[in-house]
């Protein structure tokens, strides 16, 4: 018999293996450093005097740069290392000013050609090229609790319209609890609330002289409120990164109430945290009239001396969430401020207010979510429980001259760094329920080269030590078997690369490991063709023998295989998903370089043979 | 073809000296694990840690006392695979920002970078914990599956033992000489246990496509041919796969160091399982012929001269 595929086969395995070339390709082309300059604003100009003095800065601090350029609105610099990127990019946020945004960015350097089709390097994760990874937890019981401070000030709003007579109302522990003096003033409340709200369940009770009505959310409005703090959560957190001028960063939802944010290149830590953490946000409110009940009002400090107070009514005319842009700059007598302008709902609902209120003075609070873990014992177990407090304090008392509109001032803050960072906060929009670091790690750029450069040369050596082996034992065969081991290898790179794959030092591992692995089927048909032989089969049947009863392992072994990688996909998060990808990819390109790229080549090259008598193999 | 592969060895005849050591070595492990544990990384326990790298070597107690003073009494300062890189780790009672921290009090008086500092809090360190002990417990519990299914429940047995066996005794390793154990090497515990069970699929199908090609002959005898039929095989994919693990010990640097390491006795351990563990069970629990003939989830559909080979959409892969 002879050995050979139909001629659908050759090329359909030529033409897998063709892109499996062409999408590893890009990978020859290591992305550049760079620093990517563009206006804060869209008011900025970008031309050929921005680019003159970016480069005139580098030169004068003695950095070099290769291939200036300006697209889209933006120059681009490019470096050799990431050293000289990091330097650059401080160098040129203090040449520049704060007019321009002067972020760390990857240039590709793949050709053009192989961009159209879609061929991209793989990405590299943050352990092979430097930055930061935090882990963040959404504090859902404090958006279910804000969520219910809202309803109770509206329910109560209500109660005062229709004349129902209340002794009080707050929100605890998840559920709104209301006291009436009397019987019938609950029932009436009750009619009210289940006719306008059907997200609560209520119950009613009564102790001593005081009737209570306890409104409890139903689950699904619960859920609704966590759904939407979270994606409201993520939002902000996107806007925030990108004011901090970082490409590439990767914001993404967690299980069902955390948020990972990675940023790449980033080595300030801090300033990342504080910012991307930060809770701070305005209200603005009237001050109390001075007859005033003091059920209407609050009592707050200043923030630059808590020693001062003023009453300010407990209503608020409206918060940071109405704020449309913000932006820093200095007043008269040279103090920072933040100019704010407001949404449409926000403007005239400011105007509305200081229209009747011209010669009262308005407050401007900063409020400060804060919590931390508290350990507590409770019937002899250590139990750790979340402290929440939430800070406010006036920054602004000043006197309503006439109706504001959308575009006013805020001044009272204490420097500027404080001042860019509020107009900052306020431009991202705010927190719609407090975020905490449960995880954060930071890796140096140094220590990103050296991880990429140990895998790589791991990858190498491991490949050079198995082609060596594989020759040596089964000579021609062997040759065979190298070949489609590095087909393998392409295919694998390719195939990560299309699917946009993240590649870690864990996942070069997982390479390194398919590299050591791949080899296994092909022995199994190399072994099986070599008993095949022995048996006395002719050399064409015992290649098809071997070839077709090896099948058999192969396919059991890689699925069970496959199934343990993907329970490692499912479970493992970060740099173990990582290696859980490359090891899944792996095993499939294997399984299909060894069964069909290797049986190709056997074909094309001695299937064709009936006078073969021996084997190199 | 040379006569000298045809010679062979008489693998079971050793299958009591190999089962007392095996026994011998998981119970070691066993007792090790209860008793010293494991070396939780940062990854389990939460907690800081912080690399740093120093342009001169440093003196160990030096930076011991430095963080000492500074308010850091139980920081754990040691070396990290060379005398300048320097590794602080810090308990978890400490916040977020201690990286930071820790190099401005280390800075003032020598000239040192960070290269990697790390937080993870506590209850991402116990969540992770769990999802370990599930992932492998899930994975154990897939493969008897399928396996029982592709084979037969003895079959099941006999691959999932030496998964456990090979997972024991790595995890021992890592408890006796208090190797740090983190998420990477739960990762390459997961890949020593495909690995291994690769192997063990390799062999057990051997013995299957011999207990029905090969009529006389009793169920050991088979097995030892079996055994040596994929022995080659064996080697030289254990081989291959040892020399590139060695590769990325040698060169793969020190952040993925235990990680290798994990492997690299799981190799090894889980080639020695596959011969001596799985095909010992196979002996033990007296696999024979009747269990392969007429597979007892498949009676009823009649008979399947050659239910082992795949599905006609499979085989035109070949």
Same mark, same amino acid.
């Given at each position: 018999?002879?050995?050979?595929?139909?001629?659908?086969?050759?090329?359909?395995?030529?033409?897998?293996?063709?892109?499996?070339?062409?999408?590893?390709?890009?990978?020859?082309?290591?992305?550049?450093?760079?620093?990517?300059?563009?206006?804060?604003?869209?008011?900025?100009?970008?031309?050929?005097?921005?680019?003159?003095?970016?480069?005139?800065?580098?030169?004068?601090?003695?950095?070099?740069?290769?291939?200036?350029?300006?697209?889209?609105?933006?120059?681009?610099?490019?470096?050799?290392?990431?050293?000289?990127?990091?330097?650059?990019?401080?160098?040129?946020?203090?040449?520049?000013?704060?007019?321009?945004?002067?972020?760390?960015?990857?240039?590709?350097?793949?050709?053009?050609?192989?961009?159209?089709?879609?061929?991209?390097?793989?990405?590299?994760?943050?352990?092979?090229?430097?930055?930061?990874?935090?882990?963040?937890?959404?504090?859902?019981?404090?958006?279910?609790?804000?969520?219910?401070?809202?309803?109770?000030?509206?329910?109560?709003?209500?109660?005062?319209?229709?004349?129902?007579?209340?002794?009080?109302?707050?929100?605890?522990?998840?559920?709104?609890?209301?006291?009436?003096?009397?019987?019938?003033?609950?029932?009436?409340?009750?009619?009210?609330?289940?006719?306008?709200?059907?997200?609560?369940?209520?119950?009613?009770?009564?102790?001593?002289?005081?009737?209570?009505?306890?409104?409890?959310?139903?689950?699904?409005?619960?859920?609704?409120?966590?759904?939407?703090?979270?994606?409201?959560?993520?939002?902000?957190?996107?806007?925030?990164?990108?004011?901090?001028?970082?490409?590439?960063?990767?914001?993404?939802?967690?299980?069902?109430?955390?948020?990972?944010?990675?940023?790449?290149?980033?080595?300030?830590?801090?300033?990342?945290?504080? +910012?991307? %953490?930060? &809770?701070?946000?305005?209200?603005? !409110?009237?001050?109390? *009239? #001075?007859?005033? /009940?003091? =059920?209407?009002?609050?009592?707050?400090?200043?923030?630059?001396?808590?020693?001062?107070?003023?009453?300010?009514?407990?209503?608020?005319?409206?918060?940071?969430?109405?704020?449309?842009?913000?932006?820093?700059?200095?007043?008269?007598?040279?103090?920072?401020?933040?100019?704010?302008?407001?949404?449409?709902?926000?403007?005239?609902?400011?105007?509305?207010?200081?229209?009747?209120?011209?010669?009262?003075?308005?407050?401007?609070?900063?409020?400060?979510?804060?919590?931390?873990?508290?350990?507590?014992? +409770?019937? %002899?177990? &250590?139990?750790?429980?979340?402290? !929440?407090?939430?800070? *406010? #304090?006036?920054? /602004?008392? =000043?006197?309503?001259?006439?109706?504001?509109?959308?575009?006013?001032?805020?001044?009272?803050?204490?420097?500027?760094?404080?001042?860019?960072?509020?107009?900052?906060?306020?431009?991202?929009?705010?927190?719609?329920?407090?975020?905490?670091?449960?995880?954060?790690?930071?890796?140096?750029?140094?220590?990103?080269?050296?991880?990429?450069?140990?895998?790589?040369?791991?990858?190498?050596?491991?490949?050079?030590?198995?082609?060596?082996?594989?020759?040596?034992?089964?000579?021609?065969?062997?040759?065979?078997?190298?070949?489609?081991?590095?087909?393998?290898?392409?295919?694998?790179?390719?195939?990560?690369?299309?699917?946009? =794959?993240?590649?870690?030092?864990?996942?070069?591992?997982?390479?390194?490991?398919?590299?050591?692995?791949?080899?296994?089927?092909?022995?199994?048909?190399?072994?099986?063709?070599?008993?095949?032989?022995?048996?006395?089969?002719?050399?064409?049947?015992?290649?098809?023998?071997?070839?077709?009863?090896?099948?058999?392992?192969?396919?059991?072994?890689?699925?069970?295989?496959?199934?343990?990688?993907?329970?490692?996909?499912?479970?493992?998060?970060?740099?173990?998903?990582?290696?859980?990808?490359?090891?899944?990819?792996?095993?499939?390109?294997?399984?299909?370089?060894?069964?069909?790229?290797?049986?190709?080549?056997?074909?094309?090259?001695?299937?064709?043979?009936?006078?073969?008598?021996?084997?190199?193999? | 073809?040379?006569?000298?592969?045809?010679?062979?060895?008489?693998?079971?005849?050793?299958?009591?000296?190999?089962?007392?050591?095996?026994?011998?070595?998981?119970?070691?492990?066993?007792?090790?694990?209860?008793?010293?544990?494991?070396?939780?990384?940062?990854?389990?326990?939460?907690?800081?840690?912080?690399?740093?790298?120093?342009?001169?070597?440093?003196?160990?107690?030096?930076?011991?006392?430095?963080?000492?003073?500074?308010?850091?009494?139980?920081?754990?300062?040691?070396?990290?695979?060379?005398?300048?890189?320097?590794?602080?780790?810090?308990?978890?009672?400490?916040?977020?920002?201690?990286?930071?921290?820790?190099?401005?009090?280390?800075?003032?008086?020598?000239?040192?970078?960070?290269?990697?500092?790390?937080?993870?809090?506590?209850?991402?360190?116990?969540?992770?914990?769990?999802?370990?002990?599930?992932?492998?417990?899930?994975?154990?519990?897939?493969?008897?599956?399928?396996?029982?299914?592709?084979?037969?429940?003895?079959?099941?047995?006999?691959?999932?033992?030496?998964?456990?066996?090979?997972?024991?005794?790595?995890?021992?390793?890592?408890?006796?000489?208090?190797?740090?154990?983190?998420?990477?090497?739960?990762?390459?515990?997961?890949?020593?246990?495909?690995?291994?069970?690769?192997?063990?699929?390799?062999?057990?199908?051997?013995?299957?496509?011999?207990?029905?090609?090969?009529?006389?002959?009793?169920?050991?005898?088979?097995?030892?041919?079996?055994?040596?039929?994929?022995?080659?095989?064996?080697?030289?994919?254990?081989?291959?796969?040892?020399?590139?693990?060695?590769?990325?010990?040698?060169?793969?640097?020190?952040?993925?160091?235990?990680?290798?390491?994990?492997?690299?006795?799981?190799?090894?351990?889980?080639?020695?399982?596959?011969?001596?563990?799985?095909?010992?069970?196979?002996?033990?629990?007296?696999?024979?012929?009747?269990?392969?003939?007429?597979?007892?989830?498949?009676?009823?559909?009649?008979?399947?001269?050659?239910?082992?080979?795949?599905?006609?959409?499979?085989?035109?892969?070949?």
């Amino acid at each position: 018999m002879l050995n050979k595929y139909p001629l659908w086969k050759n090329l359909l395995v030529s033409a897998v293996v063709l892109l499996g070339i062409i999408y590893a390709l890009p990978n020859l082309f290591p992305d550049d450093y760079a620093v990517q300059i563009s206006g804060s604003s869209a008011s900025v100009s970008v031309d050929e005097t921005l680019l003159d003095r970016a480069q005139e800065a580098l030169d004068e601090a003695d950095i070099d740069y290769r291939d200036p350029s300006m697209d889209d609105g933006a120059v681009m610099l490019r470096f050799d290392s990431s050293d000289a990127q990091l330097r650059a990019r401080s160098r040129l946020q203090e040449a520049l000013g704060s007019e321009y945004v002067s972020a760390l960015s990857l240039a590709a350097t793949t050709p053009d050609w192989l961009r159209s089709i879609g061929a991209t390097p793989m990405n590299l994760g943050l352990d092979l090229r430097g930055g930061v990874h935090f882990l963040m937890q959404v504090d859902m019981e404090a958006a279910v609790d804000r969520r219910l401070d809202v309803y109770a000030s509206e329910i109560k709003r209500q109660l005062r319209e229709e004349r129902i007579r209340y002794r009080g109302g707050d929100a605890e522990e998840g559920q709104l609890e209301f006291v009436f003096p009397s019987e019938s003033a609950r029932d009436d409340a009750a009619s009210l609330v289940s006719s306008e709200y059907d997200q609560f369940r209520s119950n009613t009770r009564s102790d001593g002289e005081d009737y209570i009505l306890e409104l409890t959310l139903n689950q699904q409005s619960a859920s609704e409120i966590r759904d939407y703090a979270l994606n409201q959560n993520l939002t902000t957190l996107r806007n925030r990164v990108n004011e901090l001028g970082v490409a590439e960063p990767l914001i993404q939802q967690q299980g069902s109430d955390r948020i990972v944010v990675q940023l790449p290149g980033v080595q300030d830590t801090a300033e990342a945290k504080r +910012v991307l %953490g930060s &809770t701070a946000n305005l209200e603005f !409110r009237l001050e109390a *009239r #001075s007859d005033a /009940s003091s =059920a209407r009002t609050e009592t707050f400090p200043f923030r630059n001396n808590p020693n001062r107070t003023a009453e300010l009514e407990r209503d608020v005319i409206i918060t940071g969430d109405n704020v449309a842009d913000a932006n820093q700059s200095f007043d008269e007598n040279g103090q920072p401020q933040v100019n704010i302008t407001l949404d449409g709902p926000g403007g005239s609902m400011m105007q509305d207010v200081t229209r009747d209120a011209v010669g009262r003075q308005l407050g401007v609070l900063f409020i400060e979510h804060s919590s931390e873990e508290v350990e507590r014992q +409770v019937d %002899g177990e &250590t139990v750790t429980e979340r402290v !929440r407090e939430t800070e *406010r #304090s006036i920054i /602004s008392l =000043a006197t309503i001259r006439s109706t504001l509109g959308s575009n006013f001032r805020v001044t009272g803050l204490e420097n500027v760094a404080e001042a860019s960072e509020l107009a900052l906060l306020l431009r991202a929009g705010a927190l719609a329920a407090p975020i905490y670091f449960v995880e954060e790690r930071t890796i140096g750029p140094s220590l990103g080269q050296q991880n990429i450069e140990s895998g790589i040369n791991s990858v190498i050596l491991g490949f050079i030590l198995v082609a060596l082996t594989m020759l040596v034992i089964y000579k021609a065969f062997g040759l065979l078997a190298n070949i489609a081991l590095t087909v393998n290898l392409t295919l694998l790179v390719g195939a990560m690369s299309v699917l946009g =794959a993240t590649l870690t030092l864990p996942g070069i591992a997982g390479i390194v490991l398919t590299v050591g692995m791949a080899v296994d089927a092909n022995v199994l048909i190399f072994e099986r063709i070599k008993e095949e032989l022995r048996e006395g089969l002719p050399v064409q049947s015992a290649i098809n023998a071997g070839f077709s009863r090896a099948f058999v392992s192969i396919f059991d072994a890689n699925v069970t295989t496959f199934l343990v990688a993907g329970i490692l996909f499912a479970v493992g998060t970060g740099p173990v998903k990582g290696f859980a990808v490359t090891l899944l990819i792996g095993i499939l390109t294997s399984m299909f370089t060894a069964l069909m790229v290797s049986r190709a080549i056997v074909n094309v090259t001695i299937g064709g043979r009936s006078d073969l008598k021996a084997l190199s193999i | 073809m040379s006569e000298t592969s045809k010679r062979t060895i008489d693998f079971m005849g050793f299958r009591r000296i190999a089962a007392a050591l095996s026994i011998i070595l998981v119970l070691g492990s066993a007792v090790s694990l209860g008793t010293k544990g494991l070396a939780l990384g940062l990854d389990f326990t939460g907690g800081s840690l912080v690399e740093l790298e120093y342009a001169e070597a440093p003196a160990l107690p030096e930076v011991r006392s430095q963080l000492a003073s500074a308010g850091y009494e139980n920081a754990m300062v040691q070396n990290f695979g060379s005398d300048t890189a320097v590794l602080v780790r810090l308990p978890a009672q400490f916040d977020d920002t201690v990286g930071d921290q820790v190099v401005s009090a280390l800075s003032g008086s020598a000239d040192l970078t960070l290269e990697r500092s790390e937080y993870v809090g506590g209850q991402v360190g116990e969540e992770l914990r769990e999802q370990g002990g599930i992932a492998l417990l899930l994975a154990f519990f897939v493969v008897l599956i399928y396996v029982a299914m592709r084979f037969q429940l003895k079959f099941g047995l006999a691959s999932v033992v030496p998964l456990v066996h090979d997972v024991l005794i790595v995890l021992g390793v890592f408890s006796i000489f208090q190797l740090t154990f983190d998420l990477t090497v739960l990762a390459a515990l997961l890949a020593v246990i495909g690995y291994s069970l690769n192997d063990t699929i390799i062999v057990s199908d051997r013995i299957r496509e011999n207990f029905r090609r090969i009529l006389k002959g009793g169920p050991e005898e088979i097995i030892n041919t079996s055994l040596n039929q994929v022995l080659l095989r064996t080697i030289v994919t254990s081989a291959t796969t040892l020399v590139v693990l060695l590769s990325l010990l040698v060169f793969g640097g020190e952040m993925i160091r235990n990680f290798a390491l994990a492997l690299f006795i799981g190799v090894l351990v889980g080639t020695y399982s596959s011969i001596y563990v799985a095909a010992n069970m196979l002996v033990t629990l007296n696999v024979n012929r009747d269990d392969l003939y007429v597979p007892k989830k498949e009676g009823a559909e009649g008979s399947q001269p050659e239910e082992e080979e795949p599905p006609d959409w499979l085989k035109r892969m070949e």
